[in-house]
């Protein structure tokens, strides 16, 4: 898992309520075993009409969220199922930070162990957020996770909190498997006695 230690990107909107795994990817786009290949389905039924075309109706397809790495959005992101594929699919999209009110609790977790910090602001910051980035083109954060700091373009910036445990999975690119190989040695030498 890639390291997250700090952050600056351009900021895309998505102003929607609970927003589910099946919209963030659809169901039929699950019958694959990888980790990668996931962002061209990325909130597909909104994104795309039917036709296969963008619909330029969906904010995030404007032009000037294009490389977006830090995803604003609003209560409840990422409830329903609790399928890893949404985490994914918004990684390969070029996620690395979400920042919302609240996030539903699996999905919040599968972030942290798929290498992106979602923090949770209060929703007055949120609404902020939500303007400026509408009346500045190119608007960008800059995350800075060891500071736990967002910086804004004037200047100011935003404390957050996280979990210091999760807090050092990340700022060391550990998941899952990489926490449990920091114990190789010990597991070898268990290894060994089971003869």
Not at 104 to 124: E, K, Q, R, T
Request: charged fraction near 25%; include cysteine; proline fraction near 7%.
């Amino acid at each position: 898992m890639k390291p997250f230690t700090t952050l600056t990107g351009i900021v895309a909107p998505l102003e929607a309520l609970n927003v589910d795994t099946d919209q963030i990817i659809p169901k039929q786009f699950l019958k694959r075993i990888e980790r990668t290949g996931y962002e061209d389905f990325l909130f597909f039924d909104w994104r795309f009409k039917p036709d296969g075309s963008p619909d330029p109706d969906f904010e995030m397809n404007a032009p000037r969220y294009l490389g977006a790495s830090i995803l604003l959005t609003k209560d409840n992101f990422g409830c329903g199922s609790s399928r890893e594929h949404a985490p994914w699919a918004l990684e390969n999209y070029g996620f690395r930070c979400i920042l919302a009110p609240s996030y539903a609790d699996i999905f919040f977790n599968n972030c942290f162990n798929n290498g992106m910090l979602p923090i949770v602001l209060p929703a007055n910051v949120i609404e902020q957020l939500f303007q400026e980035v509408r009346n500045q083109e190119g608007y960008s954060l800059t995350v800075d996770l060891p500071a736990q700091t967002i910086t804004k373009p004037d200047g100011s910036t935003i404390a957050f909190e996280v979990d210091p445990f999760k807090k050092e999975c990340l700022l060391n690119g550990w998941d899952q498997i990489g926490l449990t190989l920091r114990h190789e040695d010990k597991i070898t030498a268990f290894e060994k006695t089971r003869g």
